[in-house]
């Protein structure tokens, strides 16, 4: 598996990706198996192993199998299936662990089995919105269809911040953060500016929108880079009517990498090549901002980045961007 490969996929602007497909085969009441069809993004993925010897720790969280070291890392085992509700086959020898590595955090997830990577355009993956109503509680953040079955591809980042609270962006809360302006003077400048907040997960996007909106500025949300371009289209028009300026209506981008329809890269690069949005402040924040895909979106036009748990720089960079402070 070429981990530079799929960075380049994923962070280059091409609107394509590559996804590990792995499978949970579900144990039924009449004793029969059906095979659940699950995705991850070959970005986020380590490697994938045998189940390792894992030691038991402490008063730990609900579905956590224990630890194990991965390359030298204390590494948590999560059981994948037991956290989805999916009743499997407890055999753990038959097993396989997919190891990731994102939010500068290693994790292991207990699988019955992998399948293979597929290379696939963003337009091709589809919101579950599509689906089902998807609110703040949904793992599903993207589905895609591949041999007349539906692979979900599910939000790790709220999987990790259930079974490990303590490391969640939850716990931020820019109301006690002592680096932040919240005069009342500062707030309501903050009032008079409109952030669009682009995620494809629903948990994501609701602590960013509540960190900024806490902090006194008007939020945009938007699920996918399709939806935030078709917005931001939409404003340009509405603009070019009333005879105003865009940044009249929206002041700056919050935005994700990958994303169903349009991922981050390439809304970032339509946007720059829209005469009206070259110079809107666009900030990229997601979980694969390594170096090498920090400086990707530096090439691309955008103005920063950060990484997914340091929410707590989301407010004072705005402010840097929006305002020149």
Known sequence: MSQSSSTILTESGTNELEIIEFHLEKQLPDGSTKTCYYGINVAKVREV??????????????????????????????????????????????KFVIVTDFNRMTNGFLIDSI?????????????????????????????VRKDKNLIMILDFEKIIADINPELSMEKYDVKVDRNVDLNQKMVTKRNGKTIMVVDDSAFIRSLIQDTLSSAGYNIIACKDGGEAHEKLMEIEQVATTENMSVDELVNAVVTDVEMPRMDGMHLLKRLRDTAVYESTPIVMFSSLMSEDNRSKALAL??????????????????????FGE
């Open 49 to 94: 192993i045998q189940v390792p010897d894992t030691t038991d720790y402490p008063n730990a969280q609900p579905h956590m199998v224990g630890v194990f070291s991965s390359r030298d890392i204390l590494t948590p085992l999560v059981d994948l299936a037991g956290w989805l509700g999916v009743p499997t086959k407890a055999e753990l020898e038959k």
């Open 115 to 143: 399948s293979r990577i597929h290379r696939i355009s963003w337009n091709d993956v589809e919101s579950p919105s599509q689906f089902l109503e998807a609110g703040e509680q949904d793992c599903v953040v993207a589905v």
């Open 301 to 322: 036009g955008a103005n920063d980045t950060i990484t997914k748990p340091e929410i707590g720089k989301m407010v004072a960079m705005m402010d840097k961007y929006v």
